[in-house]
């Protein structure tokens, strides 16, 4: 049986590994071009039946806090990352919202002041190098929009991981009601630049009302939801690093079922990534600290300093 920092490592983990199933769903399943509004459909939806499900409103600076943290992993994430997707072919998109570790390693240091492990930065490096290998093609064309996007995307959900861990959560809030809040938040934030840019809603077969439910409850409603509670109980950088799963579906998933081709090198850097993910999860040479989990760390209160009791996973 795993122990419970492992199951709460795998259980975080399992986020990104559904979000590397968005590319499959969307050419398969989901009308075309309309990837605004397949982010509406991922957000509001999730958001909304969190919300009456668990019957939690924000309070006090959560009310400003919880859009701030919807703008940053969600309603401006996902735009920017569909934009990033659109304008650059041959997977740079992947390769640049693979530094992510790299960014919240920066942000861990200046905002949280915590000791970022060097083995994790080294594994964040390596990741980015292996995905590099996975996704790059010789003919992959830089464009400067592309380019933007895609780093202000790494980097607004950078900085939305280490915004998590600092602000905790309300006392009594379930990580399901602090999900809705941001995926509400996030998905009002979609919807008017959704309709002025791509207008009303396409006509749904059952193919596409498949696809979205996936996304929606599983994807997004399920996944985040872990996504935040693992930030809440494991090091930023720790779980940035998870991150480096979904291009690895991705390109996993298109083997198997469309299936694509893969190199000997595309085979070398996927195993070079996924060890490196691997890595990044291990404690630091020497450390010591509570088993349940060892690389918790208490979020912090208004005065930096943690809770004499960090939350139990």
Known sequence: MPSPRVALVAATAFAPTVWGTTYIVTTELLPPDRPLFTALMRALPAGLLLVAVTHTLPRGSWWWRAPVLGALNIGLFFPLLFL??????????????????????????????????????????????????????????????????????????????????????????????????????????????????????????????YGYAWLGLIGTAIAYSLWFRGISRLAPLQVSLLGTLSPLTAALAGWIVLGQSLSPFQFAGFALALAATVAGQLPAPGRTGPSLPKDTHPPLTRSGRGRDTPDAP
Request: net charge positive; charged share 10%.
């Open 84 to 209: 990033s997707a659109y304008r650059l072919p041959g997977g740079v998109a992947g390769v640049l919202g693979s530094i992510q570790p790299l960014i919240v390693a920066g942000l861990t240091r200046a905002v949280l002041r915590e000791t970022v492990p060097v083995h994790r930065v080294v594994a964040g490096i390596t990741a980015t190098a292996g995905i590099s290998l996975v996704v790059l093609r010789a003919n992959a064309a830089l464009d400067a929009t592309g380019v933007a996007a895609g780093l202000l995307a790494a980097a607004g959900m950078a900085t939305g991981v280490v915004l998590t861990r600092s602000w905790g959560k309300p006392p009594g809030t379930s990580d399901l009601a602090l999900t809705g809040w941001q995926l509400t938040a996030g998905g009002l934030m979609i919807a008017p630049v959704a309709f002025a840019l791509e207008g009303p809603p396409p006509p749904l077969d059952g193919a596409a009302a």
